[in-house]
Each structure stands twice: as C-alpha cells, then as structure tokens.
C-alpha cells in the first residue's frame, strides 16, 4: 500500500507539471499506472500520440478532434434520402435507388456498409464476456452530442437490415409470420431505456465509422478486441467531462494505434519485415536464444507459431489475461520505446513460463496449454520479459 501511495504521488508530480516529461512519463507507465485519479487515461492519451505533453495545447487539440469525430459520424452514418449536415435532403432519384445496381451509387454504397457493420456488430455484442460493462448502457443518452439530430441509429440499421434478411428467408420459406423473426432483431435491445444505448453499440460506431474512413483495410474482425481496453478505460474514468467524451477521444487513440500495428491485420503484408509472420519469426527466434530446450521440444512436435502467438500478438494479448491484467500490460506496450518490440519479450515470457509442463506434454497437450494460457501473477510473466528485453 505505501509502494502504491508513492507511485500516485510521483503520477500526480508529474501531471502538476505544466509539460509533462514524456521519458519521465514511459519510465512511469512502463512499471504500471495507479488505478486511481484518472492517470491510466490521460497517460495512455499522451503515449498514443492524442495529447501533447505541452498542457496548455490540451483544450485546443480536445475541442478539434472531438469536433471532428462529430463531423465523421455526421457524414458518414447516414441514410440515402436522409438529411445531410447541411440541412437539405440527399437527392434519390432515378439514378440513384435501392434497386439501382451502379456500383458507385449511394445506395450500393449503404448496403455494402451493411455487410461490415454485421460483422461489427456481431463481434461486439460479445466483446468481453466475462464482464458486465459493455452490456450496460452509457453515462449519456444517445445522441445526445449537440448537432448529433439527424444520424440514424446503428441499432436500427442492424435491426432493419436483420429483417430484410429474414424476409428473404420467409419468403423462401413460404413463411407468413415474421413476427418471430423481428423479435429476434429486437429482444437484445429491451433491457435499455428508449433514448439509450449500450457501451458496445459506442464500440460500434466507432469501429463503424474507423472502417468508412479506411476503406482499403476496413474492419477486420479482431479490431474490437484492440478497441474494448481503450474505451473500457477512457469511458471508466472518474472525472465525468473525461468520460462524456470517451467515445472521441477513443476513435482518435484508436486510429493512432491501429497506425501502428495495420500491418498485423493486413494479410497481403504478413510476410513483410513489418508483418505478422516477421514478428512471430521474433519470437521463435528469441525463444531459441533463451532456451533451447523449450524451442527444440515445440519445433520437433511442430507446433507451428501461427497457431498460438499469431492471435497473441495481433490482438497484443487482449485475449489471453483477465482485462485488468490486459491493461496492465498495455501499460507497458504502449511505454514502450521501441514500440511493440516489447511484446516480443512478454510472449517469450509467457512460454517460459510453461516449460516444465511443455517438456512433459505431448502434440495435444502442448497446443491447448498455449492455445489457452493458464492463470498466473501478470507481473512475474512481466518481471521475466524485463529479463529478457536485451
């Protein structure tokens, strides 16, 4: 308790200070934020690259991202036919019609949009099960952003689309009554008040509106699993004016990140030097280095890296640990100076660990003991990664 109440102090030194020292700030952050005072958010604001380090910028970097995530949702999540920002309504006309098959046409463009945010909303309506949080509905209402009037709602996007859907399949069928098939769309909604919305319908808009933005990688399944600690950490944040903008502030952080790490995601890249295959070669690598043993026992049973350190390493091991131990150890990924290399060494780590019961094990054993990495102290698997970062 007195290691703890002493790290909070040397946080809130530093935040006193009118420009934070950010080497000062990654030393910090790298050995764990305090739960407390809102430090976890505003750190992880600075080490992705969202705040300045220089305090007095902060108001004005806050008000134009935050402005501009308004304006995102504004043009982007819109009906054909709908009013635009500027107040008059989208045209529809001959050229351009639910039926019409251009494929530049408004139209085509919403129902291909269709097909990703199924998939987002599939993929988010679980994210984080063993935690009630994002099932639950938000501070504030939806919609309630001053200028937010005319959007339509995510929720009865999926909702409409889900029936469409379902009366394709009656019709087929030969099926009269659908009310079944709209309870279905609907009943996962009916524990919400009218006006509000679930902490994972916010995920979804921003991985929506992420995946309009970047057409060329759009949303790739995984991505909710990188966005849920971000915006499970900005929208817990004690100070509430922190938390009535979590959702801006987690698209930009978000963004940043996925910056990052794209490549991870990019399938056409995974044998680049800055690919997914070149960072499991990293591991494999320094897995022999440490211990050759451990490495000959997986190589010679041939569990290939794929199998395992694949989702360990895109998802940045948001799939392995409890949550708070996942942003334990984004504390230190994101303290990081060689961005991400550190990762590496927590993989590492975490097969070490398993050497004794990995040297007995057989093929099937191996793989689901990695494939499911048991529960352990987080911070003995990043006291031995420290050891191995050289």
């Given at each position: 308790m007195a290691n703890y109440k002493a790290r909070l102090q040397l946080f809130t030194e530093l935040f006193n200070k009118e420009k934070i020292p950010l080497t000062e700030l990654k030393t910090l952050c790298f050995n764990g934020i305090p739960d407390d005072l809102g430090y976890r958010a505003l750190s992880w604001k600075i080490l992705l690259n969202y705040l300045p380090t220089q305090k007095s910028e902060w108001t004005a970097v806050l008000l134009k991202q935050r402005n501009s995530y308004e304006n995102f949702i504004e043009e982007m999540i819109v009906t054909p036919g709908q009013m635009s920002k500027s107040g008059s309504r989208i045209d529809v006309t001959l050229e351009d019609h639910p039926l019409n098959p251009n494929p530049d046409g408004k139209w085509m463009a919403y129902f291909k949009d269709n097909e990703v945010l199924l998939q987002i909303n599939k993929d988010v309506r679980r994210l984080c099960p063993d935690i009630s949080f994002f099932q639950q509905p938000t501070d504030y209402p939806c919609k309630a952003t001053v200028g937010r009037k005319e959007v339509?709602?995510?929720?009865?996007?999926?909702?409409?689309?889900?029936?469409?859907?379902?009366?394709?399949?009656?019709?087929?069928?030969?099926?009269?009554?659908?009310?079944?098939?709209?309870?279905?769309a609907q009943e996962e909604y009916q524990h919400l008040l009218p006006g509000q919305e679930a902490h994972w319908e916010v995920v979804e808009r921003i991985l929506f509106i992420y995946a309009k933005l970047n057409p060329g990688q759009s949303y790739v399944q995984g991505m909710n699993e990188i966005i849920g600690p971000i915006y499970y950490t900005f929208a817990s944040d004690p100070d509430p004016e922190w938390r009535k903008y979590a959702e801006a502030d987690t698209f930009h952080c978000f963004t940043n990140l996925m910056s990052e790490i794209r490549d991870f995601f990019i399938k056409t890249l995974?044998?680049?030097?800055?690919?997914?295959?070149?960072?499991?070669?990293?591991?494999?690598?320094?897995?022999?280095?440490?211990?050759?043993?451990?490495?000959?026992?997986?190589?010679?049973?041939?569990?290939?890296?794929?199998?395992?350190?694949?989702?360990?390493?895109?998802?940045?091991?948001?799939?392995?640990?409890?949550?708070?131990?996942?942003?334990r150890v984004w504390d230190s990924l994101f303290s990081d100076e060689r961005r991400f290399q550190f990762l590496i060494c927590v993989c590492c780590a975490m097969i070490l660990w398993l050497k004794e019961k990995i040297m007995q094990g057989d093929f099937a054993n191996n793989m689901k003991l990695l494939q499911n990495f048991p529960n352990v102290d987080i911070n003995l698997v990043l006291n031995k990664a420290v050891e191995l970062q050289c």
């Open positions: 339509e709602s995510l929720r009865d996007r999926v909702e409409q689309t889900v029936l469409r859907s379902a009366n394709v399949t009656r019709n087929r069928l030969g099926i009269t009554n659908i009310s079944l098939f709209k309870k279905r995974d044998h680049s030097a800055s690919g997914i295959g070149a960072m499991m070669k990293k591991l494999m690598d320094k897995l022999k280095k440490q211990d050759h043993d451990v490495w000959k026992r997986i190589n010679d049973q041939d569990i290939k890296p794929q199998y395992y350190s694949f989702r360990w390493i895109t998802l940045m091991l948001s799939q392995e640990f409890p949550l708070p131990d996942v942003i």
